[in-house]
């Protein structure tokens, strides 16, 4: 199964927030919309992620900074991404080895999607399931 196939069963959108804004305004989008990543983004280009984790470890080192802070210093811009033709293994791989729980996709340049590593596991579970029941329906003669 490829990125691609979980992207078209998810839906292309993607909650986004400019690297200017605080990190105050970012969290009020991460509640809003009851996610724990947002994508950075100044104009078409990716710039960056943050999550859920980075806004708590602001607040548990100075609480009073969410609300000056810019989405710019406390966002991991060293960014991994993937392709809308990677295998839903590989990107397994890689977010279990950088351990990320969100992955931006990208396709020729522009932001195509955003998957979750529950996004992942659910596509390998249905896939797995699937095949386990054509072999039981092959194997009893039914195939």
């Known amino acids: 199964m490829l990125i691609r196939d979980v992207v078209a069963h998810k839906g ?10 605080t990190v105050l305004e ?5 509640v809003q919309n009851g996610i724990g ?17 980075d806004v708590l470890r602001l607040a548990a080192d100075d609480p009073a900074r969410l ?8 966002m991991n811009s060293e ?11 590989h990107a397994m791989s890689v977010m279990t080895m950088r351990r990320i729980r969100h992955l931006p996709i990208m396709d020729e340049g522009r932001l195509a999607g955003l998957v ?14 699937d ?13």
């Not at 990543?37 to 984790?53: C, K, P, Y």
């Not at 609300?67 to 406390?74: D, G, I, L």
Request: charged fraction near 20%.
């Open 12 to 21: 292309s959108s993607v909650v986004t927030v400019e690297p200017a804004i």
């Open 26 to 30: 970012a969290a009020r989008v991460l």
């Open 37 to 53: 990543s947002a994508v950075v983004v100044e104009g078409q280009s990716v710039v960056g992620i943050l999550t859920e984790r």
């Open 67 to 74: 609300a000056t802070m810019q989405v710019s210093e406390c």
């Open 79 to 89: 960014l991994e991404v993937g392709a809308l033709t990677e295998s839903v293994n």
């Open 116 to 129: 979750s590593i529950g996004d992942l596991v659910n596509a390998n579970l249905t896939e797995l399931t």
């Open 131 to 143: 095949e386990n029941e054509w072999l039981r329906d092959y194997v009893q003669g039914g195939g």
